[in-house]
């Protein structure tokens, strides 16, 4: 009588099942970016963060009998700018990829989609944080070795 072969079993791929599990802590955390190096090899996983919608309203318009004095409104913060890049994580901001060396933008450059514009260190990793859209440099609202926290305004692409 002969023996039926069946399938061998399916592997799991060691790989997958480790980005699996990276993202789940990403689930449970709420953060937006995990990376780990194991064994030569670097994973990392993150997920997008969905921008910040703003609406503004305008005042009711009163009506007075006296004459009234217009003055001019302060600018809005640069953080509130629709073309204003914010941090996705905590870090150190660094201007250039290594001292010494050119900062990556500078006001009144043309950058493009995806080009970096500045490195930010998180946990001992360096993080290059790529223009959201191409345009040109308004602000640097940053310095070197600067801390900054999520979601604060970095730099103003017009």
């Known amino acids: 009588m002969a023996a039926k072969k069946t399938a061998p079993p399916k592997k799991s791929d060691p790989a997958l099942d480790l980005i699996r599990s990276l ?10 970016e995990i990376e780990l190096e194991r064994k030569g090899t670097r994973f990392r996983v993150s997920r997008a963060m969905a921008a910040a919608t703003t609406v ?3 005042a009711p ?22 073309g204003a890049v914010k941090s996705p ?3 150190t901001i660094y201007l250039s990829s290594a001292p010494g060396t050119p900062p990556f933008i500078q ?9 970096t514009l500045l490195i930010i260190e ?9 223009s959201p859209a ?25």
Not at 122 to 130: D, H, L, R
Not at 135 to 146: A, F, P, R, S, Y
């Open 23 to 32: 993202a789940a802590i990403l689930g449970e955390t709420g953060l937006s």
């Open 134 to 158: 191409s345009g040109k440099i308004t602000q640097i609202l940053v310095e070197n070795g600067q801390p900054v926290e999520f979601g604060e305004a970095l730099v103003v692409i017009e």
């Open 56 to 58: 503004h309203v305008p």
């Open 122 to 130: 998180a946990m001992k990793t360096m993080n290059q944080i790529p």
């Open 107 to 115: 006001v009144g450059a043309e950058v493009k989609q995806g080009q």
């Open 89 to 91: 994580m905590v870090g």
């Open 61 to 82: 318009h009163l009506h007075h009998s006296a004459p009234v004095v217009t003055v001019a409104a302060a600018p809005a913060p640069a953080g509130d700018h629709p």
